[in-house]
């Protein structure tokens, strides 16, 4: 009935283990994950990061199970200074970095006092660190969250005919930049590159505190989003 693509395992699997008869297999360098949710079939699709394979994810999602919507979900960076680790966002549009755009027939409404922010979401080329990169990114496409898949499932929902939402919750705020370590040590695929981790630590030792830090939020944000 319904299909998601999410990027990593971390992101959907407190959603997961919600679910009922869930079976997991592999096909074209793919993880799926599904089961039922309230008499509902659901399949993920964990793609890893990034528009290319979110989009080969999504294709290969709809092939196989043909479901009636799509969703792109998972963690998104905040580009609103009001946003909280764990709030949710749900695109009415969606924009990237090379003029590609898309209208979302939403009917829902901002809800902020409760969490629940809706508006547009900027599918990024890479992933966005620090502070600075968000405000610049906010104030040149007027997105208030930021992730680097959502685009993408949303054109293969669209040549498909396939209905599709994009909902994201916030797993980094504007409170402070993430460490820089981030980018060697968390693969494509969301994968611990334990060479770079250990390089890391062994430069520079806080980073460790630092990375339990994002970790500890980053399941507080995939409780949110389940």
């Known amino acids: ?15 997961l283990d919600r ?51 799509i ?29 590609q ?22 599918t990024a080329d890479e992933m966005v660190r620090t502070v600075e990169q968000k405000q610049q990114l906010h104030e040149k496409y007027g997105a208030i969250a930021v992730d680097m898949e959502s685009l993408a499932v949303a054109q293969i929902a669209a040549e498909t005919k396939t209905g599709f939402m994009a909902v994201r919750v916030i797993s980094d705020d504007m409170s402070a930049d993430l460490p820089s370590e981030i980018l060697s040590i968390v693969g494509d695929t969301g994968a611990v590159r ?10 520079r030792p806080e980073s460790l505190k630092d990375m339990l830090h994002l970790r500890t939020n980053a399941l507080a944000a995939a409780k949110s989003l389940a």
């Open 19 to 69: 679910c009922e008869r869930v079976k997991h297999y592999k096909g074209e360098n793919l993880t799926f994950r599904g089961g039922r949710y309230d008499g509902i079939r659901v399949v993920v699709a964990e793609s890893g990061m990034g528009y290319a394979r979110a989009r080969k994810a999504a294709h290969a999602l709809i092939d196989a199970h043909k479901p009636k919507w």
């Open 1 to 15: 009935d319904i299909g998601i693509v999410s990027a990593l395992p971390i992101e959907l699997g407190q959603f």
């Open 194 to 203: 334990v060479g770079a981790a250990l390089t890391s630590l062994f430069k």
């Open 101 to 122: 755009q898309m209208s979302i027939n939403l009917s829902l409404a901002s809800d902020e006092a409760n969490g629940l922010y809706v508006g547009r979401i900027l």
């Open 71 to 99: 969703l792109s979900s998972g963690f998104a960076g905040a580009l609103l200074p009001t946003m909280k680790i764990g709030q949710i966002v749900v695109a009415n549009e969606i924009v990237d970095q090379h003029d």
